[in-house]
């Protein structure tokens, strides 16, 4: 009986539809019509726009299934046409599949997998990350893209530029707080400072790999120097900019060198610039509480050598070139031996060669 | 003072030419000179790789830090070898100066900055004849006293880096990048000059074999030691037929 009256009305409804499709070529202007027409959005707030609404899931947990509408058309998707289904893709109509899902986190973990349709590069790049070998050794609170990024009301993640730490700090509770205390940190939320490197800056973003590793190690100096030996950002702080290429000629930063060019996995103890500035602590060296204030210093070199007396901190340079005030012995060492080295190098030389064209000569004198 | 050794008795033909040879250096000498030459020999082949370590051939020795290591070990080894003999070498300078015995020809003089001069102008073709020099010349001094200096330098300094924490203990901190950079170019230094003016003086100049067989022709003797040899000469005249000269 449905059926025979659905056939009966079935011209009506291509007439309809016909009528639409005209309609629309002469009302829809060029511009309006690359915006995609938003379809399922309002259908769907028809009933999710209702504050009260929620189910309880087998874990006890209350799921709200609440969409604010107003914020819903903030987010980058909405206003782009992106709508309910594009995520939603097991829902496409009323009533709803039932939900199987055990808890809040379950359900999570298997909608942010839609988030790869339209970004995989990004998508993929976080299968490489720390957090998705932790959440595979069996963490499922590691995040996904929706615990960062939002889901209903995603926003461009780095705008303004301190939410970002605040992101991360939503679960890395106490490096937050130990960075928000350091000079970068308070450099960020106290002037908004745009140089100053937040968490994605050092750690990357999707792919954000373990920093214990050794080559997360041997490759941080560069890392630091990808800021610090950029001499226009420096001079904007008057900070020296030579610190890298100074640190690369000292003791440790040889030994650094040829791990980080030829041995990159094995394991080695020179130091490293986090391991006397601090990670996410890092202050001014002038800062009385700073690892590298002289008050503190003979302390910080005594985490690798212990028992140095006082005078060990004389033998570091300090990221400085070689000067009479600083480094009065090195700079003798340096004066003698610039003058010296070319000095043997050329009476040895010329004596040698006067000796060798006379004897020649005399040879050959002889020889007539 | 001068040893003869007939050189082919075995063919009665020629007439027998007695070679006469001179005593230059003791066995005690040659052997600080063998055991010296190793030390040296093994301090560069174990260090230069470390501080030239980005280039290809220095990363090519050293293939790992194990490598890196066993070089490590061996220089060490070897360094306190190199300061054993140099302390047997003081010791015994010590000795001798004690029992005033030390025979001094090595001690630089006025007569070798003269001699360097005249060689100097021998040289550039203003003089005709060399100066004449005695059992050690200024060039052999030189030298000497160069490696004495250097080797000084090389021991304190590797010292230093051996044993940073104890050496800061006493000394402020700041010699730690002075040894290292004094250790470091004063090898450069060394082997420069070795290169240069010894090798040149021994091999090319003349083939100089003295240090390891403890002896100089006679040939050699007059032209390279004229005032020594004339001293030798007259003194073994005077010692072996006194009454020669008086006739």
């Known amino acids: ?368 | 003072m001068t040893n003869q050794h007939p050189p082919s008795s075995t063919s009665p033909d020629h007439p027998v030419r007695l070679v006469r040879t001179f005593p230059r250096f003791s066995v005690s000498q040659r052997s600080e000179h063998a055991v010296f030459l190793l030390c040296i020999a093994i301090l560069l082949l174990t260090g230069l790789p470390q501080k030239f370590n980005t280039s290809t051939w220095s990363q090519a020795i050293i293939s790992s830090p194990a490598r890196l290591n066993l070089f490590q070990q061996i220089h060490h080894i070897t360094a306190l070898v190199l300061s054993a003999l140099v302390l047997y070498h003081l010791g015994k300078a010590i000795y001798l100066i004690a029992r005033r015995k030390l025979p001094g020809d090595m001690l630089p003089t006025f007569q070798d900055v003269k001699d360097a001069w005249n060689m100097l102008l021998y040289l550039i073709f203003i003089k005709k004849q060399k100066p004449a020099f005695g059992k050690f010349n200024f060039e052999q001094k030189v030298t000497y006293w160069f490696l004495f200096f250097s080797v000084g330098i090389m021991i304190v300094s590797g010292f230093i880096m051996w044993f940073p924490d104890v050496v800061t203990r006493l000394l402020p901190g700041g010699v730690i990048p002075g040894a290292i950079m004094a250790h470091s170019t004063e090898a450069i230094v060394t082997t420069i000059f070795v290169i240069l003016w010894h090798f040149y003086h021994v091999h090319l100049e003349r083939l100089n074999l003295s240090i390891f067989s403890g002896w100089l022709n006679e040939e050699d003797m007059h032209s390279y030691h004229s005032l020594e040899y004339d001293q030798l000469i007259h003194k073994a005249n005077t010692d072996q037929d006194p009454g020669e000269i008086k006739s």
Not at chain 1, 18 to 28: E, I, N, Q, R
Not at chain 1, 50 to 77: A, I, K, R
Not at chain 1, 203 to 216: A, C, K, L, S, Y
Not at chain 1, 266 to 275: E, F, G, K, L, M
């Open chain 1, 1 to 368: 009986m449905l059926k025979s009256s659905f056939t009966k009305k079935m011209p009506g409804i291509f007439l309809l539809v016909g009528l639409f499709v005209l309609l629309s070529l002469v009302w829809v202007s060029p511009s309006q019509a690359s915006e995609p027409k938003q379809q399922t959005e309002e259908y769907c707030l028809s009933c999710h726009s209702n504050p009260d609404l929620s189910l309880t899931l087998p874990s006890g947990e209350t799921l709200s299934l609440y969409v604010n509408s107003d914020e819903l058309q903030t987010s980058v998707h909405s206003p782009n046409g992106i709508e309910c289904e594009a995520c939603h893709t097991n829902i496409t109509t009323y009533p709803h599949p039932a939900i199987n899902y055990q808890n809040k986190r379950e359900l999570t973990r298997v909608y942010y997998t839609a988030c790869q349709k339209c970004h995989p590069d990004n998508y993929s790049r976080t299968q490489d990350s720390m957090h998705d070998q932790v959440a595979e050794a069996g963490n499922l609170n590691a995040p996904v893209c929706t615990d960062c990024h939002g889901s209903h009301y995603i926003h461009p993640p780095s705008e303004p530029r301190t939410l970002i730490p605040e992101t991360c700090g939503n679960c890395h509770i106490q490096e937050f707080s130990i960075y928000q205390a350091s000079v970068h940190g308070n450099a960020l939320i106290q002037e908004s400072n745009p140089d100053v490197p937040v968490c994605t800056t050092c750690h990357g973003v999707h792919n954000i790999h373990d920093p214990r590793t050794q080559q997360f190690r041997v490759l941080e100096p560069d890392l630091c120097a990808s800021c610090h030996a950029n001499q226009e950002m420096m001079a904007k702080y008057g900070l020296s900019a030579d610190v890298y290429s100074l640190y690369s000629l000292s003791w440790h930063g040889v030994d650094v060198s040829v791990y980080q060019a030829r041995w990159p996995t094995i394991q080695h103890t020179s130091a490293v610039c986090t391991d006397c500035h601090g990670i996410h602590d890092i202050l001014k060296p002038d800062d009385p509480s700073s690892s590298v204030n002289p008050k503190n210093l003979l302390v910080t070199c005594q985490k690798c050598h212990p028992g140095v007396s006082s005078n060990w901190t004389g033998a570091w340079t300090g990221h400085y070139k070689v000067s009479l005030q600083r480094t009065p012995i090195l700079f003798y060492v340096d004066s003698f031996y610039s003058i010296f080295t070319p000095a043997i190098l050329w009476i040895c030389g010329i004596y040698v060669a006067l000796q060798f064209i006379r004897f020649m000569v005399d040879r050959v004198r002889r020889s007539l």
